[in-house]
């Protein structure tokens, strides 16, 4: 569900030696097996400079919108006690009888998985589910839907993930435009089955980056062809809508992935591209006076690679790829880009109106193929929850229980 299986799971579908080469290829990688030693031109892509926004402002919508035009960044960002509520992390195992427990190891009241299974929420980490059914044919019938509101009590409901990614939600705005209005009538229309939850919107992958520069037509990553921002795809979803339903979607909850999909330099560990994401998403919404200040959640973020390049940088290992021999675990640089972007998320989380924010993953084999074929980072030091935290998951649980 997260945005490595977004890119990795279409490669992995080839399989074996073609999947591997495919992917090497993809990552602008010097591999002998694949292109007999020789890099492909590709120039390098400049590292975008993050520019701090100007706060939310707290007007009401309608003068929201005007004020943000001539709104000057605060003096100093805030941040309040009551900030660990915003803390989840994702839990990749789509049924595991542990997802509960991995989110309550780590001391955060939410996480998301794949779909909305049932779970009992009897301990204080609550599971917040992911209707994937958006294409058409597929939606959930109202006593279905009426069933996950029962399995789920009091909880938003996330709809989609990584819509804009073929791999994943492999969905357009116009289909996204239909199913929002959809399960949005099922719950707020008349008769509707709870108008109290709130449906969060969008959650595409990245905004604006994306690995294909059409501009320039260079991939950023070689052999990937997703090249459909989120910004695309919400303004696509936001027409559509207005044509067929008569208003802007009313969206009471927008969010977004952030990820810095870089493959130039590794590890990939720029947290200015994966807050610029964020960024660029709220500066959007401010400019709409129907969407000014609507809360953002940050539905997932992480990173793909935390390792420095080996020779070669990747290898075969049961159809799967792993670090080359050589390559180092990079766990200082990925220390510091979780707690960089943990102290932006922090500090700008009132001002910008970042409600929650989900880590990915909570168990990666590190430095071994494993089934995500994401090689980041890991929140758990084995499967098994009881079996402790890694270090980048020490970190993440004394930030969550620090407010």
């Known amino acids: 569900m997260a945005s490595g299986g977004s890119f990795w799971s279409s490669m992995r579908a080839m399989g074996g030696r073609a999947a591997a080469c495919a992917l090497i290829g993809a990552l602008s990688l010097a591999l002998t097996a694949c292109n007999g030693g020789q890099k492909p031109d590709d120039p390098s892509r400049p590292v975008p400079r993050v520019e701090r926004l100007p706060p939310v402002s707290s007007l009401p919508t309608a003068a929201r919108s005007s004020a943000m035009a001539s709104a000057v960044p605060a003096g100093s960002p805030q941040n309040p006690v009551g900030m660990g509520d915003r803390y989840g992390v994702i839990v990749q195992s ?5 997802a509960a427990a991995y989110a309550e190891g780590l001391g955060v009241g939410w996480f998301l998985n794949e779909g909305h299974s049932a779970v009992a929420n009897t301990g204080p980490a609550r599971k917040l589910p992911i209707i994937k059914e958006i294409r058409p044919g597929t939606y959930l019938s109202r006593e279905q ?33 239909e199913a929002f209005h959809y399960y949005n009538g099922l719950l707020k229309g008349e008769m509707g089955l709870d108008p109290s939850r709130r449906l969060v919107a969008g959650n595409t992958l990245n905004w604006d980056l994306t690995c294909l520069r059409r501009s320039e037509k ?32 009313p969206v009471e909850v927008w969010g977004v992935h952030a990820y810095p999909i870089n ?62 021999p050589g390559a180092e675990y990079r766990e200082a640089e990925v220390l ?16 910008y109106r970042i409600e929650k924010w989900f880590l990915y993953a909570t168990y990666i084999a590190l430095g071994e193929a494993d089934l995500t074929g994401n090689q980041g980072l890991t929140l758990y030091q084995r499967p098994d929850p009881s079996l402790g935290l ?8 004394r930030r969550a229980l620090a407010h």
């Open 145 to 177: 839907m009426a069933g996950l509101l029962r399995d789920h009590p009091g909880v938003d409901l996330v709809l989609a993930n990584e819509p804009n990614v073929g791999a994943q939600g492999d969905s357009s705005g116009e289909e996204y435009a």
């Open 390 to 397: 890694s270090p980048a998951g020490e970190l993440y649980k």
């Open 218 to 249: 260079v991939p950023e990553s070689h052999g990937c062809t997703w090249d459909y921002s989120g910004r695309e795809f919400v303004n696509e979803f936001r027409a559509v809508y207005k044509v067929k339903f008569g208003t802007e979607p």
């Open 94 to 98: 789509p049924e595991s009888p542990s």
């Open 263 to 324: 493959w130039k330099t590794f590890p990939t560990t720029d947290s200015g591209i994966a807050i610029e994401q964020i960024e660029e998403m709220r500066r959007y919404l401010d400019a709409l006076p129907a969407h000014a200040g609507t809360p953002i959640w940050v539905t997932e973020f992480g990173l793909h690679w935390g390792f420095s390049c080996g020779r070669p940088c990747l290898v075969e290992k049961n159809g799967m790829l792993a670090p080359g």
């Open 336 to 351: 510091d880009y979780v707690a960089d972007i943990l102290d932006w998320l922090e500090s700008w989380a009132v001002s």
